[in-house]
């Protein structure tokens, strides 16, 4: 099974900052590699699939870049609403499996 | 606009059987497969297995492998995840997901179900 390791487990900045949150293989996915963002109390949303392509409705600021093994989530300029968990996931295959990361909470300093 | 709205929170005893649902809206049910995902207390998202509505054929992961099973209702654009015997440790939320066209990613999620067992 493929592990995703995700660093760092926190990462605390200040609305306006830039982000950049970490994802590692223990073996290539290829480009089978997506983000997702959960915020308290609500599902998880989708936010970069395929590496780095980001979902309808995901904003400019958002970019996901890698590929193999090391992966990065990056949000260009904070704003107040993009401070929640996320979530890194990959696709094994056929027959499909998949796993996530733990997670990097991206909280307000 | 694709929907994924899932049945209501349930409180049941360990033992007891369960059945959730997730009807689907927005798009022709019987092309995409459908996911579920569990997220424990606090924790993490756990892929659990997923089923094609059109003939019901299902893939579980191992860690849910005769632990829970998945049914699918065509004429009614729903998808159900089933316990027989429910145990504590299945007190979580679990998600319906509507995967990408490549089966690579979920698109879009439902709104989660809360079980809780507890005696």
Same mark, same amino acid.
């Given at each position: 099974?493929?592990?995703?390791? *995700? $660093?760092?487990?926190?990462?605390?900045? $200040?609305?306006?900052?830039?982000?950049?949150?970490?994802?590692?293989?223990?073996? +290539?996915?290829?480009?089978?590699?997506?983000?997702?963002?959960?915020?308290?109390? *609500?599902?998880?949303?989708?936010?970069?699939?395929?590496?780095?392509?980001?979902?309808?409705?995901?904003?400019?600021?958002?970019?996901?870049?890698? +590929?193999? @093994?090391?992966?990065?989530? @990056?949000? $260009?300029?904070?704003?107040?609403?993009?401070?929640?968990?996320?979530?890194?996931?990959?696709?094994?295959?056929?027959?499909? $499996?998949? @796993?996530?990361?733990?997670?990097?909470?991206?909280?307000?300093? | /606009?694709?929907?994924?709205?899932?049945? &209501?929170?349930?409180? =049941? =005893?360990? &033992? /007891?059987?369960?059945?959730?649902?997730? =009807?689907?809206?927005?798009?022709?049910?019987?092309?995409?497969?459908?996911?579920?995902?569990?997220?424990?207390?606090?924790?993490?998202?756990?892929?659990?297995?997923?089923?094609?509505?059109?003939?019901?054929?299902?893939?579980?992961?191992?860690?849910?492998?005769?632990?829970?099973?998945?049914?699918?209702? =065509?004429?009614? !654009?729903?998808?159900?995840?089933?316990?027989?015997?429910?145990?504590?440790?299945?007190?979580?939320?679990?998600?319906?997901?509507?995967?990408?066209?490549?089966? !690579?990613?979920? /698109?879009?999620? &439902?709104?989660?179900?809360?079980?809780?067992?507890?005696?």
């Amino acid at each position: 099974e493929i592990v995703l390791t *995700q $660093s760092p487990a926190t990462l605390s900045l $200040s609305p306006g900052e830039r982000a950049t949150l970490s994802c590692r293989a223990s073996q +290539s996915v290829s480009a089978y590699l997506a983000w997702y963002q959960q915020k308290p109390g *609500q599902a998880p949303r989708l936010v970069i699939y395929d590496a780095s392509n980001r979902a309808t409705g995901i904003p400019a600021r958002f970019s996901g870049s890698g +590929s193999g @093994t090391d992966f990065t989530l @990056t949000i $260009s300029s904070l704003e107040p609403e993009d401070f929640a968990v996320y979530y890194c996931q990959q696709r094994s295959d056929w027959p499909p $499996s998949y @796993t996530f990361g733990q997670g990097t909470k991206l909280e307000i300093k | /606009e694709v929907q994924l709205v899932q049945s &209501g929170a349930e409180v =049941k =005893k360990p &033992g /007891e059987s369960l059945k959730i649902s997730c =009807k689907a809206s927005g798009y022709r049910f019987t092309t995409y497969w459908i996911g579920w995902v569990r997220q424990m207390p606090g924790k993490g998202l756990e892929w659990m297995g997923i089923i094609y509505p059109d003939d019901s054929d299902t893939r579980y992961s191992p860690s849910f492998q005769g632990q829970v099973s998945f049914s699918a209702d =065509k004429s009614i !654009n729903t998808a159900y995840l089933l316990w027989r015997s429910l145990r504590a440790s299945d007190t979580a939320i679990y998600y319906c997901v509507r995967h990408s066209d490549g089966l !690579n990613y979920f /698109e879009f999620w &439902g709104q989660g179900t809360l079980v809780t067992v507890s005696s």
